[in-house]
């Protein structure tokens, strides 16, 4: 249970919903408990995924501490940037650090020109999975 749900609180309507980080983990809070760690959080540049120049160009993952998600699906508690050159303003959101993590990696390798490679080698590993599993099917009786 959160702390929100333990102070009796209304539901926070859908997109407006407030959250913490603890360690990686996020954790939804009430307004309080949210306002003092964002503060302390921002000084101390724990909100931080990754932050990276390349080209000309800032590659900025941060969490975001609230949900950016306005429809349905996941909430959206983190956030890739980019700033100046060709990719100005390119932005994806994600639910988790890990995805985040993953994400800024994708972003910072699409701004150093490398997409192709790190496309072909995706798609390398889905054919070797397709093929390992395939070669499994074979083998069942």
């Not at 959160?2 to 609180?9: N, R, W, Y």
């Not at 760690?37 to 921002?42: D, Y």
């Amino acid at each position: 249970m959160t702390d929100k749900e333990l102070s009796g609180e209304p539901p926070t309507p859908r997109g407006l919903e407030k959250a913490i980080l603890i360690g990686h983990r996020v954790v939804e809070c009430n307004l309080m408990t949210w306002a003092r760690w964002f503060e302390a959080a921002s000084h101390l540049n724990e909100r931080h995924v990754g932050n990276d120049d390349v080209g000309g160009m800032r590659v900025s993952t941060v969490f975001l501490g609230m949900n950016h998600q306005w429809g349905n699906g996941p909430k959206l508690w983190f956030e890739t940037m980019v700033f100046g050159g060709p990719l100005h303003e390119m932005t994806q959101r994600y639910t988790t650090w890990e995805q985040a993590e993953a994400g800024h990696k994708f972003i910072l390798a699409i701004a150093k020109g490398e997409a192709a490679v790190v496309r072909d080698k995706v798609k390398a590993e889905l054919q070797r999975i397709a093929a390992a599993a395939s070669t499994e099917g074979d083998a069942a009786p």
